[in-house]
Nanobody, 123 residues
Framework: QVQLVESGGGLVQAGGSLRLSCAAS????????MGWFRQAPGKEREFVAT????????AYADSVKGRFTISRDNAKNMLYLQMNSLKPEDTAVYYC????????????????WGQGTQVTVSS
């Protein structure tokens, strides 16, 4: 089992940057593909980015490609999301999750979730 705790959210002006962190417990973190999702008010949770177990493969939603970077440090059991050039439409609660099976852009493929961290981008 993996327990996940996000941090690093906050209020930032449009064009600014934030770095989200996700601390994982458990010895198996390094074996999991991991992902970031987000949920804006009144909207469904959506895929943001994913990274393979060793960091060798990443994928991004079109809406964040070129602005966000997902990374991990397996030695520290940490997952990160560097967010640059933030826009008001990036405002959402951001979740990290551990992938189990299936389509990794769908939340159904993930079986462990953090509690989320709020990101608010002002215009």
């Amino acid at each position: 089992q993996v327990q996940l705790v996000e941090s690093g959210g906050g209020l930032v002006q449009a064009g600014g940057s934030l770095r989200l962190s996700c601390a994982a417990s458990g010895r198996t973190f390094g074996t999991y593909r991991m992902g970031w999702f987000r949920q804006a008010p009144g909207k469904e949770r959506e895929f943001v980015a994913t990274i393979s177990w060793n960091g060798g493969s990443t994928a991004y939603a079109d809406s964040v490609k070129g602005r966000f970077t997902i990374s991990r440090d397996n030695a520290k059991n940490m997952l990160y999301l560097q967010m640059n050039s933030l826009k008001p439409e990036d405002t959402a609660v951001y979740y990290c999750a551990a992938y189990l099976r299936g389509d990794y852009v769908r939340e159904a493929g993930y079986n462990y979730w953090g509690q989320g961290t709020q990101v608010t981008v002002s215009s």
